[in-house]
């Protein structure tokens, strides 16, 4: 080992990007990842243009265009009884599955000298100085010990605490959506975003209150049918869609960046922080956070000094804040029916409201 030697945990946009960075700078780089790829997740599956230009920068945007990325050039936010907001996107997003922009990138990182065990689990972190980790192989069973300089930690699940709202997406196909667009449907309490992706095919992503769940005992498509109910232009969208592909779901906590990270350690993406996801901007932030610290380790080696670790949770708070709370109140708005009755009319014809919701979440400087 020696002090450019990383460990990463999580193979997704955030793990990847970090390793192509450091791979690249010559560092040692050695990626852990449970899952075999290509591989499914709850995700909204919009690259924002954050991420785009973060893409442009590690050479890996031309390669997400040829698996057929759609270019999303507006939100619409659609009230229960059909009313509704356009918001003219300032720069394009893209709609890519999960599936297709993380197998893209695990092999970007292979081929920049990132080595990868897959499918193997971090079973314990050690914290400290040099980190620690007791990782298993899931093929063979096998349990190795790893150290490492400094330990990226990009598995996407941050704080453990249980959480009241699941993320739930499925893949559909003959939907009546509009092309260019990620449309958010306002049902009772919470909402629906259906974006395009490759293939002729959308992505169904929705926050849902746990104990809605609970009332359909996990028929997902009974639910779904349900919605439907409660929104004129959903039911629409939908009337000839099709499943195709399996409903998944997971817990969907919100939090901050945390005041202390664990010796050693920097959390990455939504290890590091999460918001709402109806901004679309979770795949940005991920890759964002991984360039920064990526980075500030190439500067603090280079200048053979302590990597800034206050520096960079200060650089992630800024990240996070402001886009935190206002995808937090957007998602309030549009998941009430009389809110976002009234309130859909007045900010599609008021630019103000929709410049001021665009620089909030990110969109704009």
């Not at 169904?204 to 929104?231: C, H, T």
Request: glycine share 8%; with cysteine.
């Amino acid at each position: 080992m020696n002090s450019r030697d990383v460990a990463i945990i999580g193979a997704g946009p955030a793990g990847c990007t970090a390793a192509m960075i450091l791979a690249r700078a010559g560092w040692s780089v050695q990626i852990i990842e449970q899952h075999r790829f290509p591989r499914d997740k709850v995700c909204g599956e919009c690259i924002s243009a954050l991420g785009i230009d973060i893409a442009r920068r590690i050479g890996v945007a031309d390669s997400l265009l040829r698996l057929g990325a759609v270019q999303l050039r507006a939100s619409k936010l659609i009230a229960p009884n059909g009313e509704a907001a356009t918001i003219e996107l300032p720069r394009p997003m893209w709609g890519l599955s999960r599936c297709a922009m993380d197998a893209c990138l695990l092999e970007a990182a292979r081929e920049s000298g990132a080595r990868l065990l897959q499918p193997a689990r971090c079973e314990k972190i050690v914290p400290g100085r040099s980190p620690g980790l007791i990782v298993r192989d899931l093929a063979s069973n096998a349990i190795q010990s790893l150290a490492a300089s400094r330990l990226l930690i990009c598995d996407g699940k941050g704080l453990t605490s249980s959480s009241a709202e699941l993320g739930i997406k499925a893949h559909f196909v003959h939907v009546d959506g509009e092309a260019g667009a990620i449309s958010l449907f306002g049902v009772a309490g919470h909402y629906v975003g259906v974006a395009p992706i490759e293939q002729n095919r959308w992505n169904v992503a929705m926050s849902v209150p746990a104990a809605r769940v609970a009332q359909f005992r996990g028929d997902l498509d009974a639910m779904f049918d349900r919605l439907k109910l409660e929104n004129v232009a959903l039911a629409r969208v939908f009337r000839n869609a099709r499943r195709a592909g399996s409903w998944l779901a997971s817990p969907l906590p919100r939090f901050a960046v945390e005041s202390q990270w664990m010796d050693g350690t920097i959390p990455l993406g939504n290890a590091a922080a999460a918001l709402d996801p109806i901004g679309g901007e979770g795949i940005g932030l991920a890759m964002q956070s991984a360039e920064i610290a990526a980075r500030e380790l190439i500067a603090a080696s280079r200048e053979n000094r302590a990597a800034g670790i206050e520096h960079l949770r200060g650089e992630f708070r800024k990240l996070w804040r402001i886009r935190s709370a206002a995808c937090r109140a957007a998602a309030v708005a549009v998941s009430n029916p009389t809110f976002a009755r009234i309130a859909a009319p007045i900010v599609d014809q008021t630019p103000a409201l929709q410049r001021l919701a665009l620089e909030l979440t990110g969109k704009l400087p």
